[in-house]
T-cell receptor, first 112, second 112 residues
């Protein structure tokens, strides 16, 4: 069965510092992989997705993620964090858009 | 486009009452999803529709929950009777294809 693990429940980084959020998945084939962001009181917004091709994926708001099949990982990165990036981040995996399973989320706090 | 619209944004009710949550998807999107988000269980897919037809309702927790999509621009999720453990944020999302889901702002349900 497919599953997603986000090992870090809460991460705090200073503004301007780099960020990496971890995501590990379990899936029988090459999955569809997604990162979503949820600001307080809001719905989820798609940051980026990977279906196939180049394993380094660029998304919105300066985020990128790299698919590493050998490690079953799809970590999210940003070189310089802004205060507005404070939010909850969800990794999701699925056979298709209609079969997604979400991780538990990582809450990002940005220190001034 | 106004995005996915959900109403009400907040609902407080008493145990045993019927609750109806409403969703208007983005025009032209063929897929509609209902999710529930709780601290304990994270984000769970309850049911999804394709062209107004329920495709997978395996995530619906029990018979007290029902969902309908009478036309392409409207869906409801009903809980009857409601229980305190149903307290959660319920999200509706729509999608034009097997690609990106667009989430609504959610309905925060509190059952006393």
């Amino acid at each position: 069965a497919q599953s997603v693990t986000q090992p870090d429940i809460h991460i705090t980084v200073s503004e301007g510092a780099s960020l990496e959020l971890r995501c590990n998945y379990s899936y029988g084939a090459t999955p569809y992989l997604f990162w979503y962001v949820q600001s307080p009181g809001q719905g989820l917004q798609l940051l980026l997705k990977y279906f196939s091709g180049d394993t380094l994926v660029q998304g919105i708001k300066g985020f990128e993620a790299e698919f590493k099949r050998s490690q079953s990982s799809f970590n999210l990165r940003k070189p310089s964090v802004h205060w507005s990036d404070a939010a909850e981040y969800f990794c999701a995996v699925g056979a298709s858009n209609n079969d997604m399973r979400f991780g538990a989320g990582t809450r990002l706090t940005v220190k001034p | 486009d106004a995005g996915v619209i959900q109403s009400p944004r907040h609902e407080v009710t008493e145990m045993g009452q019927e609750v109806t949550l409403r969703c208007k998807p983005i025009s032209g999107h063929d897929y509609l999803f209902w999710y529930r988000q709780t601290m304990m269980r994270g984000l769970e897919l309850l049911i999804y529709f394709n062209n107004n037809v329920p495709i997978d309702d395996s995530g619906m927790p029990e018979d007290r929950f029902s969902a309908k999509m009478p036309n392409a621009s409207f869906s409801t999720l009903k809980i009857q009777p409601s229980e305190p453990r149903d307290s959660a944020v319920y999200f509706c999302a729509s999608s034009p294809d097997a690609d990106t889901q667009y989430f609504g702002p959610g309905t925060r349900l509190t059952v006393l």
